[in-house]
Nanobody, 118 residues
Framework: VQLVESGGGLVQAGGSLRLSCAASGSIAGINTMGWHRQAPGKEREFVAAISWSGSRSNYGDSVKGRFAIYRDNAKNTVYLQMNSLKPEDTAVYYC????????????WGQGTLVTVSS
């Protein structure tokens, strides 16, 4: 499985960005896809995840109400719409497919950097 993220960059506080993650390879049967992030000097943090059908999604407390995850299964792509960005959202964002429900054992993309200036 290969995951390729895109869409990161520099944005001012209060702005928006949309991240994309394209999956390829042996992805048949994959259900959940999600996003994690890691800020400098901090541990990785769960951001959001979505089921295959898109009917179920969940979010980390720090992004609820500001971020939205959705997917296009025809394109094997998951998106993360980030609104009302804050400087504390600055991090490397990773697309993740969990393995048997475990993210650490799953498939990770290379990450895309999001920098929010104040």
């Amino acid at each position: 499985v290969q995951l390729v993220e895109s869409g990161g960059g520099l944005v001012q506080a209060g702005g928006s960005l949309r991240l994309s993650c394209a999956a390829s390879g042996s992805i048949a049967g994959i259900n959940t896809m999600g996003w994690h992030r890691q800020a400098p000097g901090k541990e990785r943090e769960f951001v959001a995840a979505i089921s295959w059908s898109g009917s179920r999604s969940n979010y980390g407390d720090s992004v609820k109400g500001r971020f939205a995850i959705y997917r296009d299964n025809a394109k094997n792509t998951v998106y993360l719409q980030m609104n009302s960005l804050k400087p504390e959202d600055t991090a490397v964002y990773y697309c993740v497919i969990p393995y048997q429900g475990d993210y650490e054992s799953g498939f990770w993309g290379q990450g895309t950097l999001v920098t929010v200036s104040s």
